[in-house]
T-cell receptor
Framework: DQQVKQNSPSLSVQEGRISILNCDYTNSMFDYFLWYKKYPAEGPTFLISISSIKDKNEDGRFTVFLNKSAKHLSLHIVPSQPGDSAVYFCAASQYNNNDMRFGAGTRLTVKP | DAGVTQSPTHLIKTRGQQVTLRCSPISGHKSVSWYQQVLGQGPQFIFQYYEKEERGRGNFPDRFSARQFPNYSSELNVNALLLGDSALYLC?????????????????FGPGTRLLVL
């Protein structure tokens, strides 16, 4: 059962523009959400997270938005840079559950 | 500071064999989790260990087992390997396990061990 879904396998944007990566979840018990970035031959790198008590969290060029009623979160990267090109994974978990669920990932390509 | 380290980086085994993968967490981290990532999918949770005890287990068969040592390093063992076990095995560490009263701890991943079963 895929409780976390990233429906866009790939996204291509121009350098300097905004990248928006989307993620949907089905389990209403999830209350902590994370985005990881993965380069080839490396493990996922933590990018940003958000608790369900918030609807927005910002860290530099990266902002995560959470819409609990729609069970949807998104990652905004502004401005996008070629070094942002990677696979981005959305993940979700519950406070008292050690099982972190991942989406299938979105491959972002930022063109110079 | 060193991040999460895993060994070996690559491994080739044949069906029916057994494999042991190793992980050293970030210094000071007491929790280690194991994930399996097959091509085209996100990581899938296998186990979490905290203070040498199993604290969580994903939907994997009993052929998969793990343990954590007093220095918080961990081993993942897979017996009777199947072709479908070919994947990237990721280890992640965090400073504590999630509880109902504390903020979720972010997990930090190692580079993974790529296992190919022929």
């Amino acid at each position: 059962d895929q409780q976390v879904k990233q429906n866009s396998p790939s996204l291509s944007v121009q350098e300097g523009r905004i990248s928006i990566l989307n993620c949907d979840y089905t389990n209403s018990m999830f209350d902590y959400f994370l985005w990881y970035k993965k380069y080839p031959a490396e493990g996922p790198t933590f990018l940003i997270s958000i608790s369900s008590i918030k609807d927005k969290n910002e860290d530099g060029r990266f902002t995560v938005f959470l819409n609990k009623s729609a069970k949807h979160l998104s990652l905004h990267i502004v401005p996008s840079q070629p070094g942002d090109s990677a696979v981005y994974f959305c993940a979700a978990s519950q406070y008292n559950n050690n099982d972190m669920r991942f989406g299938a990932g979105t491959r972002l390509t930022v063109k110079p | 500071d060193a991040g999460v380290t895993q060994s070996p980086t690559h491994l080739i085994k044949t069906r029916g064999q057994q494999v042991t993968l190793r992980c050293s967490p970030i210094s000071g981290h007491k929790s280690v989790s194991w994930y399996q990532q097959v091509l085209g999918q996100g990581p899938q949770f296998i186990f979490q260990y905290y203070e040498k005890e199993e604290r969580g287990r994903g939907n994997f068969p009993d052929r998969f087992s793990a343990r954590q040592f007093p220095n918080y390093s961990s081993e993942l063992n897979v017996n009777a390997l199947l072709l479908g076990d070919s994947a990237l095995y990721l280890c992640a560490s965090s400073s504590q396990r999630a509880t109902g009263t504390s903020l979720q701890e972010t997990q930090y991943f190692g580079p993974g061990t790529r296992l190919l079963v022929l």
